[in-house]
């Protein structure tokens, strides 16, 4: 759509990024609160397992992440981009609230995997929607900024943690406080893309003129798609599929091995308090935010392919300095290499979710974005419990190469089997 292709950033723009960001930040908050929830439940006898059955719970939400992508994805080429954002966040909201309830273990576990249905589906179809309202010239930039509102949920939840200190029941609560914003989410409009693909063209056009005060006259499609198969998926994309598929696996493996333990893993190394663990979270959470803004340069500078291969490539060498220094007690470093595991990471998911969006036409956007969430939710729903199995059996050290080598695989994968998407306009 010319008018959308072609339209400067302005105010509906800075308010779309402002509700969608903080729908973001809140998406961080609720997955990586139970970074902070491990190490305090296990000090309750009711909750305490071993290594391994924590780990199942830190990855709980991921398996629900993993069925909720792909449903809402495909969802939201059913009936919107707004109505399925609208469900998705009322079901992590009210199942983080039930969460903080939780009186054992097991119901825990089975509380965040309902989470995970909504946060998994709200992902996907925040980004493309996001993406279809956004300048060709700037789209990859501005939804890697979107991305960085990531990281401030990352710094809000490690923030909120430490004023609570002991209180796990109160750090889930506050993920709940999401549902505050479901007003202003359904007062957005519909995507014009989407209203356009199912023949409501006239609506298409009047949220156009409102939104961008171009009076714009869009045809009619000469077919209107009803149905998505994963078959589909891969029979007509099957290229970009299977490298999107490797990649949005070893990005999640290598983020959610990593941050789900990482208080663990501080401790651990540093010798310190699981209470100062938390402040050194925060460190590596600020470091996030100038991974993000790097890629969202780089990704209009040099492309979404070499920024995206590049960055997981680096967080990869930053895993694998982590390892030659844990048993070192060096603290300097530890702390370093786990920055730039940050920084690096985070700038790939930034550029990860510039990328996708831009591979797909709209009629299959929201499923082919659902279908990569998927994979990630199976590589972040193993890797805490891999990580925590290794660490029964080895060292901490040890658990971070694994993730490490996870990650500089997926650098391979989009370096070799991608294509670039830099200046094109959605189809």
Same mark, same amino acid.
């Given at each position: 759509?010319?008018?959308?292709?072609?339209?400067?950033?302005?105010? $509906?723009?800075?308010?779309?990024?402002?509700?969608?960001?903080?729908?973001?930040?809140?998406?961080?908050?609720?997955?990586?609160?139970?970074?902070?929830?491990?190490?305090?439940?296990?000090?309750?006898?009711?909750?305490?397992?071993?290594?391994?059955?924590?780990?199942?719970?830190?990855?709980?939400?991921?398996?629900?992440?993993?069925?909720?992508?792909?449903?809402?994805?495909?969802?939201?080429?059913?009936?919107?981009?707004?109505?399925?954002?609208?469900?998705?966040?009322?079901? !992590?909201?009210?199942?983080?609230?039930?969460?903080?309830?939780?009186? #054992?273990?097991?119901?825990?576990?089975?509380?965040?995997? *309902?989470?995970?249905?909504?946060?998994?589906?709200?992902?996907?179809?925040?980004?493309?929607?996001?993406?279809? !309202?956004?300048?060709?010239?700037?789209?990859?930039?501005?939804?890697?900024?979107?991305?960085?509102?990531?990281?401030?949920?990352?710094?809000?939840?490690?923030?909120?943690? *430490?004023?609570?200190?002991?209180?796990?029941?109160?750090?889930?609560?506050?993920?709940?406080?999401?549902?505050?914003?479901?007003?202003?989410?359904?007062?957005?409009?519909?995507?014009? %893309?989407?209203?356009?693909?199912?023949?409501?063209? %006239?609506?298409?056009?009047?949220?156009?003129?409102?939104?961008?005060?171009?009076?714009?006259?869009?045809?009619?499609?000469? &077919?209107?798609?009803?149905?998505? #198969?994963?078959?589909?998926?891969?029979?007509?994309?099957? &290229?970009?599929?299977?490298?999107?598929?490797?990649?949005?696996?070893?990005?999640? /493996?290598?983020?959610?091995? /990593?941050?789900?333990?990482?208080?663990?893993?501080?401790?651990? @190394?540093?010798? *310190? #308090?699981?209470?100062?663990? /938390?402040?050194?979270?925060?460190?590596?959470?600020?470091?996030?935010?100038?991974?993000?803004?790097?890629?969202?340069?780089?990704?209009?500078?040099?492309?979404?392919?070499? @920024?995206?291969?590049?960055?997981?490539?680096?967080?990869?060498?930053?895993?694998?300095? $982590?390892?030659?220094?844990?048993?070192?007690?060096?603290?300097?470093? *530890?702390? #370093?290499?786990?920055?730039?595991?940050?920084? /690096?990471?985070?700038?790939?998911?930034?550029?990860?979710?510039?990328? @996708?969006?831009?591979?797909?036409?709209?009629?299959?956007?929201?499923?082919?974005?659902?279908?990569?969430?998927?994979?990630?939710?199976?590589?972040?729903?193993?890797?805490?419990?891999?990580?925590?199995?290794?660490?029964?059996?080895?060292?901490?050290?040890?658990?971070?190469?694994?993730?490490?080598?996870?990650?500089?695989?997926?650098?391979?994968?989009? !370096?070799?089997?991608?294509?670039? @998407?830099?200046?094109?306009?959605?189809?």
């Amino acid at each position: 759509m010319e008018a959308i292709d072609k339209a400067k950033f302005g105010r $509906f723009h800075y308010l779309l990024l402002g509700i969608l960001g903080t729908v973001w930040a809140f998406i961080a908050i609720n997955t990586l609160s139970v970074s902070f929830v491990i190490p305090l439940i296990s000090k309750e006898p009711a909750f305490q397992a071993s290594l391994s059955k924590l780990g199942a719970m830190g990855s709980a939400a991921l398996w629900g992440m993993l069925v909720g992508a792909w449903s809402f994805g495909t969802l939201s080429d059913y009936l919107g981009r707004k109505k399925a954002l609208g469900l998705a966040i009322s079901l !992590f909201g009210l199942g983080s609230i039930a969460s903080s309830f939780a009186g #054992t273990l097991d119901q825990l576990i089975g509380l965040r995997f *309902i989470v995970g249905l909504g946060l998994g589906g709200a992902l996907p179809v925040a980004s493309s929607y996001f993406a279809e !309202f956004m300048p060709t010239k700037i789209r990859g930039a501005m939804i890697s900024v979107l991305e960085s509102f990531w990281a401030i949920g990352t710094i809000i939840i490690g923030i909120v943690a *430490i004023i609570l200190k002991a209180s796990w029941r109160s750090i889930l609560l506050f993920g709940g406080s999401v549902l505050a914003l479901l007003p202003l989410v359904l007062w957005l409009p519909e995507s014009p %893309r989407f209203l356009a693909l199912k023949g409501k063209t %006239r609506d298409a056009e009047k949220i156009l003129e409102r939104i961008f005060g171009v009076k714009a006259k869009l045809e009619q499609p000469q &077919k209107i798609r009803t149905k998505v #198969t994963v078959l589909e998926l891969w029979q007509r994309y099957g &290229k970009i599929t299977l490298m999107l598929s490797i990649a949005w696996f070893s990005i999640a /493996f290598a983020y959610y091995g /990593f941050f789900v333990w990482l208080p663990k893993f501080l401790a651990a @190394t540093l010798k *310190i #308090t699981v209470f100062k663990s /938390f402040q050194y979270f925060i460190i590596t959470a600020i470091a996030q935010l100038p991974g993000y803004w790097s890629a969202a340069y780089l990704l209009e500078k040099i492309g979404r392919r070499k @920024t995206l291969s590049g960055y997981l490539l680096l967080s990869g060498l930053a895993g694998v300095m $982590f390892y030659n220094y844990a048993s070192s007690g060096n603290v300097s470093m *530890i702390l #370093t290499s786990a920055v730039l595991f940050s920084f /690096f990471n985070l700038g790939a998911w930034g550029a990860i979710y510039a990328y @996708t969006p831009e591979l797909y036409p709209t009629e299959v956007r929201g499923s082919g974005a659902g279908w990569a969430g998927a994979m990630a939710r199976i590589g972040g729903g193993l890797a805490p419990i891999l990580a925590g199995r290794i660490m029964e059996t080895s060292t901490v050290g040890v658990a971070v190469l694994a993730i490490a080598i996870v990650s500089i695989i997926g650098a391979f994968d989009v !370096f070799i089997l991608g294509e670039e @998407t830099k200046g094109i306009k959605l189809a």
